[in-house]
């Protein structure tokens, strides 16, 4: 049966994520007006493009430009699963100028519409899960730039950045805004705007003060929050809530990754 989500995640200029499973489901033929960057994560998907029919199969990383006509459905009985983010222009030409620390960079030049490249595919689909998914603002960006680099690295390098030294601004006072707001949910913009960088420079400066990316530094901080809470007496729902997770199936899946055990089992220890 075909199911699919779409998402526009909060923060993140227009962009939107599908997430789909077909297998009857027939396109007619039709553009968008956004970029389109996805990946077919099994199955063949049969798409007309460009003028030629195409046969896409699991492993395949898919491009496209605003206003590239395109159809098609499935490539067998087996249907295709995929993955799929619409980027405005708008939205593509600033991630383009942070990417290149440029402030007028030239448009993508991906080469070709499909590209069989099974590592990047499953790179692309692990960070869209959590661009699609994830409940923090600061996953979602950093998974955002993470994917952005690796495909625009492999697929369109003449828009690699140039060779400018790395600035760490005020990195510091970043990572004291994080350390102060350990029970809210805080998007990147605002650390850009604690440290004076661009987003792909302020999560790289972060990364090189702390070790940790900013959405797992500020992750590991609720949890170490929520060991306290939990030494205290507290229960597992409550600290979950006073440590701005989502709910408390979400602070217990962090809670065991991190610490090994349970919130419950730490609790009992």
Same mark, same amino acid.
């Given at each position: 049966m075909d199911h699919a989500t779409i998402r526009r995640p909060p923060g993140l200029r227009g962009i939107e994520t599908l997430c789909a499973r077909y297998l009857r489901r027939r396109f007619k033929p039709h553009a968008h007006d956004e970029y389109i960057l996805g990946v077919i994560e099994s199955g063949v998907h049969a798409v007309w493009h460009g003028g030629?029919?195409?046969?896409?199969?699991?492993?395949?990383?898919?491009?496209?430009?605003?206003?590239?006509?395109?159809?098609?459905?499935?490539?067998?009985?087996?249907g295709w699963s995929?993955?799929?983010?619409?980027?405005?222009?708008?939205?593509?030409?600033?991630? &383009?100028?942070? $990417?290149?620390?440029?402030?007028?960079?030239?448009?993508?030049?991906?080469? #070709? /519409? @499909?590209?069989? +490249?099974?590592?990047?595919?499953?790179?692309?689909?692990?960070?869209?899960e959590t661009l699609h998914?994830?409940?923090?603002a600061l996953a979602r960006d950093v998974a955002l730039d993470a994917l952005m680099r690796a495909v625009l690295r492999e697929l369109a390098p003449g828009l690699r950045s140039r060779a400018t030294p790395s600035p760490e601004g005020r990195i510091d006072d970043a990572v004291e805004y994080l350390r102060s707001r350990v029970d809210?949910?805080?998007? &990147?913009?605002? $650390?850009?705007?604690?440290?004076?960088?661009?987003?792909?420079?302020?999560? #790289? /400066? @972060?990364?090189? +003060?702390?070790?940790?990316?900013?959405?797992?530094?500020?992750?590991?901080?609720?949890?170490?929050?929520?060991?306290?809470?939990?030494?205290?007496?507290?229960?597992?729902?409550?600290?979950?809530?006073?440590?701005?997770?989502?709910?408390?199936?979400h602070m217990t899946r962090h809670f065991t990754a991190i610490v090994g055990?349970?919130?419950g089992a730490y609790a009992r220890s």
């Open positions: 030629e029919g195409h046969l896409v199969p699991g492993g395949s990383v898919v491009v496209m430009r605003p206003g590239d006509v395109h159809h098609g459905g499935a490539g067998d009985a087996r995929q993955r799929m983010i619409y980027i405005p222009e708008a939205a593509m030409r600033e991630i &383009l100028a942070d $990417l290149g620390d440029r402030d007028s960079p030239p448009s993508p030049d991906f080469g #070709a /519409a @499909f590209h069989a +490249r099974p590592d990047l595919a499953r790179r692309f689909a692990a960070l869209h998914a994830a409940p923090e809210e949910d805080v998007a &990147l913009e605002e $650390l850009c705007a604690v440290s004076g960088l661009r987003r792909r420079q302020t999560i #790289a /400066a @972060f990364q090189r +003060r702390t070790g940790l990316p900013p959405h797992a530094w500020h992750l590991q901080q609720k949890i170490r929050k929520t060991q306290g809470l939990l030494r205290a007496g507290m229960s597992a729902a409550r600290a979950a809530a006073e440590t701005g997770f989502a709910d408390q199936s055990v349970t919130p």
